[in-house]
């Protein structure tokens, strides 16, 4: 299944671009990610939602930003991130745009840090909202087995009611910046707060917890943020 497929289908028989977006299953595609350091994190996002001319030359399938909200290493720490349907695409993105030759107003708008391409090593369904990020350093031995347990951690979740998404993302050409990533994305903070609440009790799905980050080497960085989708390919 190509990334994105279920969702370009839909976008064809309903409007998505409104003030809900449906769920989008993530299959074989790949992102990119673009961090930025931003003036004003609210006009930087609006002038994105503004000229989506960046989006269709790049050829993006859906596209989005995520700003942190805690853990920042930066003020106005976010990035915005692109999926397409293959990796052919997504590297094929790179030479269509140049974010450091991007239009004055946006240059005004962010400081460009670094990009990224990531490639998902599990089903994830893109639903932005309320997301905890993991920078996990993990040896190629183990990074299987890891993603077995958050896919068995996920449904366990999920069979206890929760409304989540597990996310596991290898870096490709993320230079000394990234590493893994974990991505636990709840519908709101309240949501994700539940969550850690029962974990602290310690909740029966914590022995999963346990023996995924027991394949960890190091926790890199963790950060919560917000997510969401700002533009559709037609």
């Known amino acids: 299944m190509k990334l994105l ?15 809900h977006h449906e769920p989008v299953p993530v299959g074989s595609g790949a992102f990119t990610t673009l961090m930025v350091q931003a003036t004003n994190v609210d006009t930087y996002i609006a002038a994105l939602k503004a000229n989506d001319a960046p989006f269709k030359t790049i050829g993006s399938s859906v596209a989005g930003v995520c700003v942190t909200k805690t853990g920042n290493d930066y003020p106005g720490q976010m990035f915005v991130w692109n999926g ?8 094929a993105a790179t030479d269509k745009y140049d974010p450091f030759q991007a239009t004055a107003e946006l240059m005004a708008l962010r400081q460009v840090k670094y990009s990224a391409i990531f490639k998902p090593l599990k089903e994830y369904i893109l639903e932005p909202g309320f997301e905890r990020l993991w920078r996990l350093k ?20 999920r069979s206890e009611g929760h409304t989540i998404n597990l996310g596991v993302f290898q ?19 309240a949501d994700a707060g539940k969550i850690l609440d029962e974990a602290y009790a310690d909740a029966a799905w914590m022995s999963i917890w346990a023996s995924a980050s027991a394949l960890v080497e190091e926790v ?14 037609e």
């Open 220 to 233: 890199i960085s963790d950060n919560f943020e917000m997510c969401e989708i700002i533009y559709t390919a």
């Open 138 to 157: 993990i040896s190629n031995n183990n990074i299987q087995s890891f993603v077995t347990q958050i896919a068995k951690l996920e449904k366990a979740l």
């Open 171 to 189: 870096p490709i050409g993320g230079g000394t910046h990234e590493a893994y990533h974990l991505r636990a994305a709840s519908p709101s903070s």
């Open 5 to 19: 497929v279920s969702f370009l289908v839909l976008v064809a028989s309903c409007s998505l671009y409104a003030d």
């Open 84 to 91: 397409y349907d293959s990796m052919v695409d997504a590297i």
